[in-house]
């Protein structure tokens, strides 16, 4: 079992930066992949940013270049996104997810996030024109 926490959110002018972090706790040693996915109201959930345990790291087209998916080097239990140049597009509630099995990569998970074993409840990002 893994236990996902997201923090970091809020309300951020067009243009803008923020960072938000997910810590995970519970049995961490067996995850290969953590992520990033974002979900408005009425819509599916879309994977945003992953990253595999050997540091391979994924991203969505309209996130790439503006968005960098990042791990604390020490404990590598705690996942970050660091969202650059926010658009009002990227409003969505963000969550973080663990897949604990191996064989593929986490850009398979990014296009299919209802594969991932684990989910936090999220964090709200609003991002204001």
């Known amino acids: 079992q893994v236990q996902l926490v997201e923090s970091g959110g809020g309300s951020v002018q067009s243009g803008g930066s923020l960072i938000i972090s997910c810590s995970a706790t519970?049995?961490?040693?067996?995850?290969?992949?953590m992520g990033w996915f974002r979900q408005i109201p009425e819509s599916e959930r879309e994977g945003v940013a992953i990253?595999?345990?050997?540091?391979?790291?994924?991203y969505a087209a309209s996130v790439k270049g503006r968005f960098t998916i990042s791990q604390d080097a020490a404990n590598k239990t705690t996942l970050y996104l660091r969202m650059n140049n926010l658009e009002p597009d990227d409003s969505a509630m963000y969550f973080c997810a663990v897949q604990n099995k191996p064989g593929l990569r986490g850009a398979y998970y990014l296009k299919n996030p209802d594969q991932m074993n684990y989910w936090g409840k999220g964090t709200l990002v609003t991002i204001s024109s």
């Open positions: 519970g049995d961490t040693d067996s995850y290969y992949s």
């Open positions: 990253f595999d345990r050997d540091g391979r790291t994924a």
